[in-house]
C-alpha cells in the first residue's frame, strides 16, 4: 500500500509540473560576443514568439517545459528547453557552414554500404543487420541505438542489458526455459504472443538462450518495433526486432581503423584551483582569524547576501583557507533562504557539505531537491547514492526498484541513447556488492577473492542544467577522447538531457591498459554570468568488495581554460591475487 501510495504521488507531481504558469525569459544574442538582431525567438509547437533588438536583448514568455528555438537565415538553430529554474539564458549563435570540397565528392562515389561500414566504428547511429548496415537518421522509422560506452558489459545476461534501456522494451531470463524472453509495446493479448525476434551479427534466431552472448562482448544493440520498419525481415518480426553486434567477427578495417582514443594529449590543462571571485571575500582573507571574520561577515553582509554563489564563496572561503569547516556550515545555515527553493542552488550546497564532510547534512539537502525535482532521473540518481553514503542500501535499493517500477509503466521517462543506463549501472552495482534475501532487504557484505584487473568509474555530475562545457579523457599512451557537452557539438545529447532531468555523465575503464590516466575539463558556460558546481565521483576497483569511492567538487566560470580535474593510476591485478585491502 505504501508503494502504491508512492506511486500515485509521484504520477501527480510527475503530471503536475508540466502545469505551471508562465514566466519571463530573457538574454541576449551574440555572434562571437557581438550583439545579433533580428533572430527569431519561437516557442516550439505555438505561435509566441519574439525577435531580437539591434543591442541583441529579448524576451518572452514560456513555461517550464517549452522549448524555445533560436534561428536566423545563415545560422545554425538552436532549441533549448525550459526548465523550473531557467530565467536568463544568453545564446552564441554560430554561422551555418556547407562544406563542398574534394573529400564530400569522393564520398558520394563510394558504395553507400561501404561507406557505412567506414564509418561504422566512428557512427554510433549505425547499426549491422541480415539486411546490410540500417542508418537510423535516414530510417524513416523507429530506431533506437545503444552504443557501446552505455552498455553494461558485468551485467550477467544479454537480458539485463536490455532491460529499462528502451522505452516500452522490457527483458528477462527465464530461468524455468534457460531462454530470454522479451516484449515490446503494444503488451501481447491472447492470439499474439508478442515476441520479437533477434538480430544477431546477420543471423536471425526466433528465441535466444539466455547465456548465449555475453555482455563484454557487445557492441551496439539496436530495437526496431514498428511495422514500417520490420518490413524487410517479414511477418516474423511484427512484434519487432532486437538487433545485437559483437566483436565476434571484429570490425570492419579496410583501413587502419580509428578507435576513440585518437589524438595526442598537449599538455595544455593546467592545475584546478579554487579561487574567491567576490570582494567581500578577499576583505575577509586580510582579517586576523575565522573567528573575527566571520562576525564581521555576519554583521555587515549577511543581511544582503546578493544571491547564492555569494553564499557558497564565502562558505568556501571558511572551509579552504581557514580549515574551518564548522563555520563553513554556518554560513550555509545563516543563508538558508537562498537555496529553499531553488535545485540548482541546493545541488551545488550539497555537493560542499559532501566535501566538508557533513553527509548527513548533504542527504537532508538531496531530499529537499527531490521533493522539488521528483521527475528528474537525477534527483533518483543523486537520492540513491545519497543512501548509501549514510550506510542505507535497502532504501536505495528500493528508490531503484520504485524507478524500474516507474519505467516498466510508463510513468517515468527514458530513452534509447543509454543516458538512463547510468542508474541501471548504479543498481546493478549494489546487486553485485550485496547478498540479498528474498524481499531485497541486505542480508550481509560479500566476500570474495580479488581475481580481477584493477578497474575505475568516473562520475561527473553538475548543478546547471544549461553548463556546456568538453571533457577530455586522456589515456597511458597519451592518446585523447573527447565528450562534448553543448548546443554546438552534442545538441542531441543537451536534448535527452533535458527530457530525462539528466545533470551526469559516467566513464568506466578496466586494467586492460594499466598506467595513469586523466580527466581535464574545458567550460564553456551556462547562458548565464554565473559560476556552475561539478562534482567528480572517482571509484577504483569499481564493482568488487574493495571498492572505493572519492568525491570532490569543482567551481567554474573561466570560460576556455582546460583544467585538470583527477589522475589516477590503474595496475593490472594478476588472475589469482588475494590480497584484500
Given at each position: 500500500m505504501r508503494f502504491i501510495s508512492f506511486c500515485a504521488l509521484f504520477l501527480g507531481l510527475h503530471m503536475g509540473i508540466w502545469a505551471q504558469n508562465t514566466k519571463t525569459i530573457y538574454g541576449r544574442i551574440t555572434d562571437q560576443d557581438i550583439p545579433k538582431s533580428g533572430v527569431s525567438v519561437q516557442v516550439q509547437n505555438s505561435e509566441r514568439g519574439t525577435t531580437s533588438d539591434a543591442e541583441g536583448k529579448y524576451s518572452i514568455s514560456a513555461a517550464e517545459g517549452d522549448v524555445l528555438v533560436f534561428s536566423h537565415i545563415g545560422y545554425v538553430s538552436k532549441e533549448i528547453q525550459i526548465e523550473d529554474v531557467t530565467q536568463v539564458l544568453n545564446v552564441s549563435l554560430s554561422p551555418e557552414i556547407t562544406e563542398l570540397d574534394d573529400v564530400t565528392v569522393e564520398a558520394q562515389r563510394l558504395n553507400l554500404q561501404e561507406q557505412l561500414a567506414l564509418e561504422y566504428d566512428s557512427n554510433p547511429s549505425l547499426i549491422k543487420t541480415a539486411y546490410g548496415i540500417f542508418d537510423k537518421r535516414s530510417a524513416g522509422y523507429s530506431l533506437r541505438i545503444l552504443e557501446e560506452r552505455h552498455i553494461n558489459k558485468s551485467a550477467l545476461t544479454l537480458a539485463d542489458v536490455i532491460n529499462g534501456k528502451f522505452a516500452g522494451v522490457s527483458s528477462f531470463c527465464n530461468t524455468v526455459t534457460g531462454y530470454i524472453v522479451s516484449r515490446m509495446r503494444p503488451m501481447p493479448t491472447i492470439f499474439n504472443q508478442g515476441l520479437p525476434i533477434y538480430d544477431i551479427d546477420g543471423q536471425i534466431l526466433t528465441s535466444l538462450p539466455c547465456g548465449l552472448i555475453a555482455p563484454a562482448n557487445i557492441i551496439r544493440i539496436a530495437v526496431i518495433p514498428s511495422t514500417a520498419g520490420t518490413n524487410r525481415y517479414g511477418s516474423i518480426a511484427s512484434n519487432g526486432v532486437i538487433i545485437i553486434n559483437t566483436n565476434r567477427y571484429g570490425r570492419y578495417k579496410p583501413k587502419p581503423a580509428e578507435t576513440s582514443y585518437t589524438a595526442t594529449y598537449a599538455q595544455d590543462a593546467r592545475p584546478y584551483v579554487s579561487t574567491a571571485n567576490y570582494t567581500t571575500t578577499k576583505s575577509l582573507q586580510k582579517l586576523a582569524d575565522p573567528d573575527s571574520a566571520f562576525t564581521a561577515l555576519t554583521k555587515d553582509v549577511m543581511g544582503y547576501c546578493p544571491n547564492y554563489h555569494f553564499a557558497l564563496d564565502q562558505s568556501l572561503l571558511f572551509a579552504k583557507h581557514w580549515n574551518r569547516p564548522d563555520l563553513a556550515?554556518?554560513?550555509?545555515?545563516?543563508?538558508?533562504?537562498?537555496?529553499?527553493?531553488?535545485?540548482?542552488?541546493?545541488?551545488?550546497?550539497?555537493?560542499?557539505?559532501?566535501?566538508?564532510?557533513?553527509?548527513?547534512?548533504?542527504?537532508?539537502?538531496?531530499?529537499?531537491?527531490?521533493?522539488?525535482?521528483?521527475?528528474?532521473?537525477?534527483?533518483?540518481?543523486?537520492?540513491?547514492?545519497?543512501?548509501?553514503?549514510?550506510?542505507?542500501?535497502?532504501?536505495?535499493?528500493?528508490?531503484?526498484?520504485?524507478?524500474?517500477?516507474?519505467?516498466?509503466?510508463?510513468?517515468?521517462?527514458?530513452?534509447?541513447?543509454?543516458?538512463?543506463?547510468?542508474?541501471?549501472?548504479?543498481?546493478?552495482?549494489?546487486?553485485?556488492?550485496?547478498?540479498?534475501?528474498?524481499?531485497?532487504?541486505?542480508?550481509?557484505?560479500?566476500?570474495?577473492?580479488?581475481?580481477?584487473?584493477?578497474?575505475?568509474?568516473?562520475?561527473?555530475?553538475?548543478?546547471?542544467?544549461?553548463?556546456?562545457?568538453?571533457?577530455?579523457?586522456?589515456?597511458?599512451?597519451?592518446?585523447?577522447?573527447?565528450?562534448?557537452?553543448?548546443?554546438?557539438?552534442?545538441?542531441?545529447?543537451?536534448?535527452?538531457?533535458?527530457?530525462?532531468?539528466?545533470?551526469?555523465?559516467?566513464?568506466t575503464i578496466d586494467g586492460t591498459l594499466p598506467g595513469t590516466w586523466q580527466v581535464n575539463i574545458t567550460y564553456l558556460g551556462n547562458k548565464k554570468l554565473t559560476p556552475t558546481y561539478f562534482k567528480l565521483i572517482e571509484y577504483t576497483d569499481y564493482g568488487t568488495p574493495w571498492q572505493e569511492k572519492t568525491s570532490q567538487h569543482f567551481r567554474l566560470i573561466e570560460k576556455g581554460t582546460k583544467y585538470r580535474l583527477t589522475r589516477l593510476t590503474i595496475t593490472q591485478t594478476p588472475a589469482g591475487n588475494t590480497g584484500g585491502q
Open positions: 556550515l554556518k554560513v550555509l545555515d545563516k543563508t538558508d533562504a537562498l537555496f529553499q527553493t531553488n535545485p540548482e542552488a541546493l545541488k551545488a550546497k550539497a555537493y560542499l557539505l559532501e566535501e566538508y564532510g557533513f553527509m548527513d547534512e548533504a542527504h537532508e539537502t538531496y531530499k529537499s531537491i527531490y521533493r522539488l525535482r521528483p521527475q528528474y532521473l537525477q534527483s533518483q540518481l543523486d537520492m540513491a547514492q545519497s543512501y548509501l553514503t549514510v550506510n542505507e542500501p535497502e532504501k536505495a535499493m528500493d528508490l531503484y526498484m520504485r524507478h524500474k517500477y516507474l519505467v516498466s509503466e510508463g510513468l517515468f521517462k527514458t530513452d534509447s541513447t543509454g543516458q538512463s543506463s547510468i542508474i541501471s549501472t548504479d543498481y546493478t552495482n549494489l546487486m553485485e556488492r550485496y547478498e540479498w534475501n528474498n524481499g531485497l532487504h541486505l542480508k550481509t557484505t560479500k566476500t570474495k577473492t580479488k581475481t580481477t584487473a584493477s578497474n575505475a568509474r568516473w562520475v561527473l555530475s553538475w548543478n546547471d542544467g544549461e553548463a556546456e562545457f568538453d571533457v577530455e579523457f586522456v589515456n597511458p599512451k597519451g592518446k585523447t577522447y573527447v565528450w562534448s557537452h553543448s548546443l554546438d557539438g552534442n545538441p542531441d545529447q543537451i536534448r535527452y538531457e533535458k527530457e530525462l532531468g539528466l545533470s551526469a555523465t559516467s566513464e
